[in-house]
T-cell receptor, first 115, second 112 residues
């Protein structure tokens, strides 16, 4: 079965630094998502992206966050100035079409540690 | 999104069937019932979904009550690899851009 891939698997950064988390969604998928999961907590929606623009974002997704699809395959999440509380697992996901009956494919995640 | 209620945790013996319940009394007619699971240190993984009828796939079965206010995910023979957090999620066919809203889920432990 096709897979969503994410790199790196683990990123360590200093507070205040910029980080870019990378995802390669499944090739014929059209809708893309980022989620995060703070250790011991539930998975939280951050942002959805379709047709080269943000379609929906949560309260968590403030001005420090941005997303981009720089080419036909990658989907990135940038955090401009990381804070300690940004430490979490970040999951990318994709689907082919928007429908309540469509399954969402998740990547393995990037563990972000902010020191 | 309509809310679901699941037990916080459940235990099962290996190689026995597991029935994971989910209540969704406020479900609307256009809500699909989805189940995802998250194995330790991994991303969420789709398990199964249905609308009105019971569904089977290679991973599990989904039994949906006639009034659709509850459902049960059935793992026919639990293995150690099935130890995970299982999420019951409602997804409206009309929901914009189809994000998944996760609750706390049910943490399933499988005892050898």
């Amino acid at each position: 079965e096709p897979e969503v891939t994410q790199t790196p698997s683990h990123q360590v950064t200093q507070m205040g630094q910029e980080v870019i988390l990378r995802c390669v969604p499944i090739s014929n998928h059209l809708y893309f998502y980022w989620y995060r999961q703070i250790l011991g907590q539930k998975v939280e929606f951050l942002v959805s992206f379709y047709n080269n623009e943000i379609s929906e974002k949560s309260e968590i997704f403030d001005d420090q966050f941005s997303v981009e699809r720089p080419d036909g395959s990658n989907f990135t999440l940038k955090i401009r100035s990381t804070k300690l509380e940004d430490s979490a697992m970040y999951f990318c996901a994709s689907i082919r079409e928007s429908s309540g009956g469509t399954k969402q494919f998740f990547g393995p995640g990037t563990r972000l540690t902010v020191l | 999104d309509a809310k679901t209620t699941q037990p916080n945790s459940m235990e099962s013996n290996e190689e026995e069937p597991v029935h994971l319940p989910c209540n969704h009394s406020t479900i609307s007619g256009t809500d699909y019932i989805h189940w995802y699971r998250q194995l330790p240190s991994q991303g969420p993984e789709y398990v199964i979904h249905g609308l009105t009828s019971n569904v089977n796939n290679r991973m599990a079965s989904l039994a949906i009550a006639e009034d659709r206010k509850s459902s049960t995910l059935i793992l026919h023979r639990a293995t150690l690899r099935d130890a995970a957090v299982y999420y019951c999620i409602l997804r409206d066919v009309k929901t914009s851009y189809d994000k998944v809203i996760f609750g706390p889920g049910t943490s399933l432990s499988v005892i050898p």
